[in-house]
């Protein structure tokens, strides 16, 4: 996974790249809140961000509001890296839009966890916002099938959105999941096949 990191300190920066590579993650790496800013503008953004809040230009505060005030279909999962360790302080930081956050110094072992905690979340959104996309289209075939729908009164073809006439089958199977399987019923046996249903005459 692509891990955005902001951090202004050096140390902690390395120390934080050597950890998430080691687990095999892919490091985007930023000094400052308007560094991070402009990567998180690219179509590539990562998904996943790791920000200070104690950052010059912009710190992670402000960076975490500028995030979240811009409508996405796949919001990133933002950890809060931060030395403040007061609960009003955490507080803070998860009401201007952090996921979690991460005291330092921080542990490794905790690093890692609270990473692979983003990524399962990441991971539910996503199949979330699948199963809405396919509701949406579900929703829309049933709009389409329960309006009012053109139909010849001679020949029963159905006129589309652009103007053309489809066989009924045909029409009803691009608007939804359903296949049609052709058979004969015993009046169309009749008028179509009298030979067949006339009495045998001895």
């Not at 998430?20 to 400052?32: A, D, Q, R, S």
């Amino acid at each position: 996974m692509k891990i955005l990191i902001a951090e202004d300190d050096l140390t902690s920066r390395k120390v934080l790249i050597a950890v998430l590579e080691k687990l095999g993650h892919e490091v985007v790496e930023t000094v400052n809140g308007e560094e991070a800013w402009q990567v998180m503008e690219r179509a590539d953004a990562p998904r996943m961000m790791i920000i200070d809040w104690m950052m010059p230009v912009m710190d992670g505060l402000e960076l975490i509001k500028r995030i979240r005030s811009i409508e996405v279909s796949q919001p990133p999962y933002i950890i809060m890296l931060t030395t403040k360790g007061e609960k009003s302080d955490i507080i803070t930081g998860l009401d201007a839009g952090a996921d979690d956050y991460l005291s330092k110094p921080f542990n490794a072992g905790e690093l890692r966890a609270r990473v692979d905690v983003g990524g399962r979340m990441l991971d539910i959104r996503e199949r979330l916002a699948l199963q809405v996309k396919e509701l949406l289209k579900a929703n829309e075939h049933i709009r389409i099938l329960q309006g009012i729908i053109p139909i010849c009164s001679f020949c029963k073809k159905i006129r589309d959105d652009r103007g053309y006439w489809n066989q009924v089958e045909q029409y009803i199977s691009l608007h939804s999941d359903l296949r049609f399987s052709h058979s004969i019923c015993p009046e169309c046996v009749t008028k179509h096949y009298p030979d067949i249903t006339r009495p045998q005459q001895s």
